[in-house]
């Protein structure tokens, strides 16, 4: 890639569940992320809707809400912004709005991860829907986005996004998760189109790249222990794998340096100790404090405080 990232950087994540795994692990680390304010979208046209509405600074209201099985819901969102008083519903997801409009306009990347070209549209307004929120299968007609429609609207919204973020830098991926309820061969299908898709932008524009999550799982790994039970979702192994496929081809020296020590006092956080008023664990806790003190001198842009609470809550030295 022509360019790396920093912790300096901020980052953008919207896109499937395997979107998340790579962005917690960087949440993690403590680089300056932000994930799927509409929570998990898999589709190029509830991605595309979700960034338009981000650069909009779209306001959601009661129009937008429908009620199901006693809680309101935005088809434009996932459950997670559910619930039983739509006032409640609405105060979330327009802070979401409104807090994501100002980091995207703020952003240095953004990460894509597209995980199905399968889209679902109401039979009432023939409106397409990020979640379906349990609603009754009559509800909905299931569309498969043709690789041209696919490419038409990622282009649009990405002319959009450069005109409000022009420095920003696109990375597309696609999701390794199989989509096994629409069939093995319709999964294929999808996945196909979305990589002919992707490829064909990163060809058409400046500043978008590709990077190939769902090559490394299926063919690089290519077996089912990397798959958890389900036989459906990349297991730890993977998600490690690719993840440190990542690091070292996105991440700068600088910030690969920083996360080994970084994930030294993660590490040490989940360590159990047998005794924690033994003098051997005081004194791990006097080094771990050590060791944060030195990262945020070394590098103010990184916080650590809530790892910091967590050994001086156990220090006994000052009682």
Not at 51 to 78: A, C, M, P, R
Not at 253 to 261: A, L, P, Q, T, V
Request: proline fraction near 4%; charged fraction near 25%.
């Amino acid at each position: 890639y022509p360019f790396k990232i920093s912790y300096k950087d901020k980052i953008l994540f919207v896109g499937s569940c395997f979107s998340e795994e790579i962005g917690n692990k960087l949440g993690e680390l403590k680089f300056d992320i932000l994930q799927n304010p509409n929570g998990i979208l898999y589709d190029p046209l509830s991605i595309s809707d979700a960034l338009f509405s981000y650069i909009e600074k779209k306001t959601f209201d009661e129009e937008n809400l429908v009620q199901l099985n006693g809680l309101w819901h935005s088809w434009k969102h996932h459950s997670v912004f559910s619930g039983a008083d739509k006032k409640d519903v609405l105060k979330k997801i327009n802070a979401s709005q409104s807090g994501t409009h100002a980091f995207l306009k703020e952003a240095n990347f953004l990460i894509i991860t597209l995980g199905t070209a399968f889209y679902y549209q109401l039979k009432d307004d023939n409106k397409n829907v990020a979640n379906c929120h349990k609603a009754p299968p009559t509800f909905f007609e299931k569309r498969l986005m043709p690789a041209d429609e696919i490419i038409s609207e990622m282009l649009s919204v990405l002319t959009a996004i450069k005109l409000f973020n022009p420095p920003l830098k696109i990375i597309f991926t696609v999701s390794p998760v199989k989509h096994v309820r629409d069939g093995v061969m319709e999964n294929n299908r999808s996945k196909a189109r979305l990589i002919e898709a992707v490829q064909s932008i990163v060809e058409q524009k400046q500043n978008v790249f590709y990077f190939p999550s769902y090559e490394l799982v299926t063919d690089v790994l290519r077996d089912y222990r990397f798959y958890k039970n389900d036989l459906v979702h990349p297991n730890e192994t993977a998600i490690n794998f690719v993840f440190e496929k990542f690091c070292d081809s996105l991440l700068n020296d600088e910030s690969r340096k920083i996360s080994e020590k970084i994930r030294s006092i993660i590490n040490a956080v989940n360590h159990k100790p047998f005794s924690k008023e033994s003098k051997a664990h005081q004194k791990f806790i006097a080094s771990q404090i050590q060791n944060i003190d030195k990262i945020e001198n070394e590098y103010p842009f990184v916080n650590l405080s809530k790892e910091k609470k967590y050994f001086l809550a156990q220090d006994k030295s000052s009682e």
